[in-house]
């Protein structure tokens, strides 16, 4: 089976451009996380999406959005990029809508750089 | 809320050696912890996963650790080092069966560099 897939793998923007960001999760889970890492940080959580509903958001602007489709994928979207927005985004997949107990399955990343 | 803490930015081992890489945590509920990997422009590979269960986990590629209430740790470790074995590694903690809907937080990483 596929596992979490997400595109582009890479990505180029300049500051005050806006980008989306793709996620499919793996077949029959429900819920889609997305999580930013800066480089040499550990991953820091965006935002978590159980049935096409938000159930839970990080500590970020309301430059980032995200939404997810009937089909379960995710978008990623971005805003007003700044230089402090490049980074691996990270998309995290699971079964069922409980981030405290469900084992969350990740994806390549896109890597983002803002020039 | 939860934090992780991970002694030790880089860790450096002889190959066939132990390999022990710390994590502490903080939480104030019962937390579930989670050891992932991440090779080079990869994303993160889960290791193991403690959940309240048995002290004492056993995940992927010989990897074990221990989940310690008293000192807050969960320690990873492997008996013998492998050269396949360099790599970032990533102690996280989540609210548990305590519900909330934050995610994973995340320690800073160790870089485990295996010496042959």
């Known amino acids: 089976d596929a596992g979490v897939t997400q595109s582009p793998t890479h990505l180029i923007k300049t500051r005050g451009q806006h980008v989306t960001l793709r996620c499919s999760p793996i077949s029959g889970h429900k819920s889609v996380s997305w999580y930013q890492q800066v480089l040499g940080q550990g991953p820091q959580f965006i935002f978590q999406y159980y049935e096409k509903e938000e159930r839970g958001r990080g500590n970020f602007p309301d430059r980032f959005s995200a939404r997810q489709f009937p089909n379960y994928s995710s978008e990623l979207n971005v805003n007003a990029l700044l230089l402090g927005d490049s980074a691996l985004y990270l998309c995290a997949s699971s079964s069922q809508g409980a981030p405290g107990t469900d084992t969350q399955y990740f994806g390549p990343g896109t890597r983002l750089t803002v020039l | 809320a939860q934090s992780v803490t991970q002694l030790g930015s880089h860790v450096s081992v002889s190959e066939g050696a132990l390999v022990l890489l710390r994590c502490n945590y903080s939480?104030?509920?019962?937390?579930?912890l989670f050891w992932y990997v991440q090779y080079p422009n990869q994303g993160l590979q889960l290791l193991l996963k403690y959940t309240s269960a048995a002290t004492l986990v056993k995940g992927i590629n010989g990897f074990e650790a221990e989940f310690k209430k008293s000192e807050t740790s969960f320690h990873l470790t492997k008996p013998s080092a492998h050269m396949s074995d360099a790599a970032e590694y990533f102690c996280a903690v989540s609210a548990g069966s305590g519900g909330g809907a934050d995610g994973l937080t995340f320690g800073k990483g160790t870089h485990l560099i295996i010496q042959p």
């Open positions: 939480s104030s509920v019962p937390p579930y």
